[in-house]
């Protein structure tokens, strides 16, 4: 029997509504369990927050990138930072092919997968790996834990966290960071570093290929150990990534016959003195990222290693070399010292830093700031005898006198005397002040110290100071701070002499009639076509010589870290020759015009002898360099017209010359020092005749000028040895007698080139000279017996 069809309406409809009242309560169902799920995740994620802190090696890189050195984590691992950039796109597809198809369109975890490798599970009854996405892989390196399915819930979890805070470029980056490599080597730039001297964004497809399958089996695929077994695993990959497509045919076919020759490295060690110094310099930061030339690093280091080893005959045992790019600011080259790893001879010192003497390597800022001074110009006369400033009488390195020299000859030949009396002239505060403003420390420290000597190395100066004072000189005289890191910011110079003054030096400082070019280069052509000064300190113990021309500036010092003097040291010919090796090899400018002369600048002639302006008489001129309003404008007055008797062995004065009976004649007109010192080196001086005794005009200029003993110094006089003081004073050419008084009691009667010795009494004696015009100088000594 059939229901009625109202019934059978009434079931239906009845059995539709059950239907949909199912439905409804499984969509309910499903909802809910999604919204508790992620109410649940996220009160998980409230009291579980991830932390990511990951410590990495701090590493130091040039300026391409190249890793210079690399340093062990407090945990001992090599894990270096990889960067963004390093990922490649090669690298990244075939991470993601290897290791999750998915990466880029899951949420951390992949159901799918989850799901699949439960079944799988399931029906094999054991736990099989699998369904880990690159996501669940960091969480596991992040928070390594054992293989349990609570674990596994874990990391899901932390997966999902990795992803809600961090971007999938993010993720992959910290996958290449920490996947392990065997040993303490962790990451793939860790990897690609040690095991193939590169860095991740140079590497081949084979390389990055085969770098992504030994964290898979990191103890049975190590590098250098089990490489065959490595490249067959690599050309099975290449294989699948051939048949899916992942990259191009002909790639691939390269890939395959690819050899695979990685070994582990000790990692890499360039610039260590240098790395050191940014490690300690820039604390904190994974990747140092400096403005070093790799290759020209390594090519210096072993110049000066190379270069040092045939100094060791000669006991000298270590060199440091900076190369400064000029026209950027940067270090490009920092060799600190002939080899880092030689303990004996103290490697590890850094020379680039040390404070050392630096002998004559600050002349040419001296002359520079004197001519900006307008005391002096290329061509002015600077006398070179024996000299006494309060004490203090300078030598010259080869310990004889010149005369007369021009400030070019003086300085090309790096005179002491010269530049001692230069800098008394431009002032002492006037000079450390600059050399202040270049940043020279130890100067700077010790400002109140230093003396007239200072500009014969009578301070402490570092290589890395005295290269960028020089690179002012090659930036037309302004002073920048060197730029150590890629981040740093343009550094403003400072002016610290003019670009004319520097334009002078740099001219002096290129001839090459000079005596401090290497005997080597006597008749080389491969003289670089640099300006640069030399330095020995005193003692032969430090041998410097810098360089420059528009492109670098480049300093050299030679020596003994233990501060030993070698006699054969000198910086012409110990140090120079690194220095031109070193330009030879990095720098192949054939410009020679590359010091241009400044609008400021101009050149005018000037009488020989003198240096001054060309007076009538002058028959020998020369072209000099000056700066018009600011240098010297004197006329010259090297010769002096007299009035003599016939006989020529009387002169006068204006006051007393007769109205006839006499000619007019011309004398070389000598300072009193200049005079000295020819009397006393036996060159014939056509001396004035002695004035009219019949005058009686007294002479006001051209007094005896004292030389010993030394105004307001006190004497200590051993009493028992009978010690005895000398008497002595330049004087003016027309001076026969000289007449000495010692608290106004005539001591003696003398001829002016031979000295008087006295036995002084103790106390404060008032010493006087006077000369045979009338002319007198006083001066006052204590006598301290003992
Ligand atoms: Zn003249
Ligand atoms: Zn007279």
Not at 142 to 150: E, H, S, V, W
Not at 345 to 358: E, L, M
Not at 531 to 555: C, E, F, Q
Request: charge should be negative.
């Amino acid at each position: 029997m059939t229901p009625p069809l109202s019934i059978r309406t009434i079931v239906l409809k009845t059995h539709r509504a059950v239907q949909s009242n199912r439905l409804l309560s499984v969509c309910r169902r499903i909802l809910l369990f999604f919204l508790g799920s992620f109410l649940f995740f996220f009160l998980l994620n409230v009291f579980f927050p991830l932390r990511v802190d990951i410590e990495y090696s701090t590493i130091v890189t040039a300026k391409d990138g190249t890793v210079l050195k690399a340093y062990l984590t407090s945990d001992e691992k090599w894990r270096m930072y990889t960067e963004l950039e390093e990922i490649t796109p090669e690298m990244q597809h075939a991470i993601i092919y290897k290791e999750d198809k998915y990466f880029y369109h899951h949420p951390g975890i992949n159901p799918v997968s989850i799901a699949r490798a439960f079944v799988n599970n399931i029906i094999s009854g054991k736990r099989t790996s699998g369904a880990s996405t690159i996501t669940m892989q960091v969480a596991r390196l992040l928070q390594p834990k054992d293989r349990t399915y609570g674990n596994k819930l874990i990391e899901m979890f932390r997966a999902l966290q990795l992803d809600m805070l961090y971007s999938k470029e993010e993720i992959l980056q910290m996958y290449l960071n920490l996947v392990p490599y065997g040993g303490n080597i962790e990451g793939v730039k860790a990897a690609s570093v040690i095991y193939l001297e590169k860095t991740p964004s140079v590497l081949s497809l084979a390389e990055l290929t085969a770098l992504s399958i030994i964290p898979n089996r990191p103890t049975t695929l190590r590098p250098g150990v089990n490489n065959d077994v490595i490249i067959a695993e690599r050309n099975k990959w290449l294989n699948r990534f051939k048949a899916d497509g992942v990259f191009d045919d002909e790639i691939i076919d390269d890939a395959l016959h690819e050899a695979f020759n990685a070994f582990r490295t000790e990692g890499p060690d360039i610039a260590p003195h240098f790395c050191n110094r940014m490690k300690q310099q820039y604390p904190g930061e994974a990747i140092i990222k400096t403005n070093l030339n790799a290759e020209v690093q390594m090519q210096s280091e072993k110049l000066v290693q190379d270069y040092v080893k045939q100094l060791w005959g000669l006991d000298i045992h270590n060199g440091a070399a900076i190369v400064i790019d000029n026209h950027t600011h940067r270090i490009i080259s920092y060799v600190g010292s002939a080899d880092f790893g030689n303990t004996f001879d103290a490697g590890q010192v850094d020379g680039v830093r040390a404070v050392r003497s630096p002998g004559s390597t600050l002349k040419p800022l001296l002359y520079a700031v004197a001519f900006d001074e307008g005391l002096i110009t290329p061509q002015s006369i600077v006398s070179d005898v024996p000299v006494n400033f309060s004490g203090y009488s300078p030598e010259n390195y080869d310990e004889d006198y010149h005369g007369d020299v021009n400030i070019e000859y003086a300085l090309s030949h790096s005179l002491n005397v010269p530049a001692v009396k230069v800098l008394n002239e431009a002032g002492l505060n006037l000079f450390t002040g600059k050399l202040t403003e270049c940043n020279f420390e130890s100067i700077e420290s010790h400002k109140k110290d230093l003396g007239l000597s200072v500009v014969l190395g009578g301070c402490g100066v570092t290589l890395e100071e005295l290269a960028g004072l020089y690179a002012a000189f090659a930036n037309k005289g302004s002073y920048a701070h060197i730029k150590w890191l890629q981040k740093d910011a343009d550094t403003v110079s400072q002016e610290i002499i003019s670009p004319s003054a520097a334009f002078m030096i740099t001219e002096i400082l290129t001839q090459l009639t000079r005596p401090d070019l290497p005997n080597f280069y006597q008749h080389a052509k491969n003289v670089p076509l640099v300006a640069w000064k030399t330095g020995t300190s005193y003692g032969r113990k430090d041998a410097w010589s810098v360089g420059y021309n528009d492109n670098y500036t480049i300093g050299v010092w030679v020596g003994n870290f233990s501060g030993k003097g070698v006699p054969e040291l000198s910086g012409a010919n110990v140090a120079t020759p690194l220095m031109f090796n070193l330009f030879n090899a990095i720098d192949h400018t054939t410009n020679k015009d590359w010091n241009t002369m400044p609008e400021a600048i101009d050149f005018r002639y000037v009488c020989s002898v003198s240096g001054k302006l060309p007076a009538d008489f002058c028959n020998n001129v020369a072209l000099d360099y000056f700066i018009p309003g600011i240098s010297p404008n004197e006329t010259c007055d090297h010769l002096v017209n007299m009035k003599v008797s016939e006989n020529e062995k009387i002169s006068y004065c204006t006051s007393c010359v007769p109205e006839t009976g006499y000619k007019e004649k011309y004398y070389a007109h000598y300072s009193p020092e200049i005079l000295a010192w020819m009397q006393m080196k036996n060159i014939p001086v056509t001396k004035i005749p002695e004035h009219n005794p019949d005058c009686e005009r007294i002479f006001a200029d051209g007094a005896p000028a004292i030389t010993s003993p030394v105004n307001n110094l006190e004497y200590y006089i051993d009493k028992l040895d009978k010690q005895k003081m000398m008497l002595s004073a330049n004087v003016s050419h027309d001076v026969q007698t000289l007449f000495w008084y010692v608290n106004d009691k005539l001591v003696s009667r003398s001829t002016p080139a031979s000295p008087v010795f006295i036995d002084p009494q103790e106390g404060k004696l008032k010493i006087s000279c006077s000369d045979d015009k009338g002319r007198n100088t006083n001066i006052e000594v204590e006598v301290i017996f003992f």
